[in-house]
């Protein structure tokens, strides 16, 4: 009798573990698609990512640099203050879109360019997202509009 409930509780707990195993396995390949990683213009010009990469970019709207050209597509710079990268975009912008405004954008980067799907701008005067200020604030440019 002994035996038999030690070979038991092997086995459950070998089925719990191969269970678990499966159930990490499922969230995993749910997210494939869903995880987009931030990265600012000074890490995507330092290494590059692959041009099947999905990813966000962020930081400030280069001055000088927006474009709006024939039919919907608009391209611009974005900038960290230590590096700058070109981004091309179709579709409708944010109203609240502009040079040397925050933004993020997902997409991918693209011989030399970054392709996005996807533009935020802030939704008031005064808010820019985490990212956008962490990367900034790494790059010495970023100063808080309440301290002026």
């Known amino acids: 009798m002994r035996g038999l409930k030690k070979q038991r509780r092997i086995q459950v707990i070998m089925l719990a573990t191969v269970c678990l195993a499966g159930a990490a396995a499922l969230i995993g390949y749910g997210f494939r698609d869903g995880i987009n990683f931030f990265r600012p ?44 990268v070109a981004v091309a975009y179709t579709g409708v912008l944010p109203d609240l879109f502009g040079e040397g405004e925050g933004m993020v954008g997902t997409g991918s980067y693209v011989d030399g360019v970054f392709q996005a799907t996807e533009i935020l701008a802030r939704h008031d005067e005064t808010y820019m997202p985490a990212e956008v200020i962490e990367a900034l604030q790494d790059q010495g440019v970023y100063r808080d509009p309440g301290s002026s």
């Open 41 to 84: 213009p000074s890490d995507v010009v330092a290494a590059p990512p692959p041009p099947e990469e999905v990813f966000r970019i962020g930081g400030l709207v280069e001055e000088g640099t927006l474009v709006r050209g024939q039919g919907e597509t608009i391209t611009f710079n974005v900038t960290d203050g230590g590096a700058s």
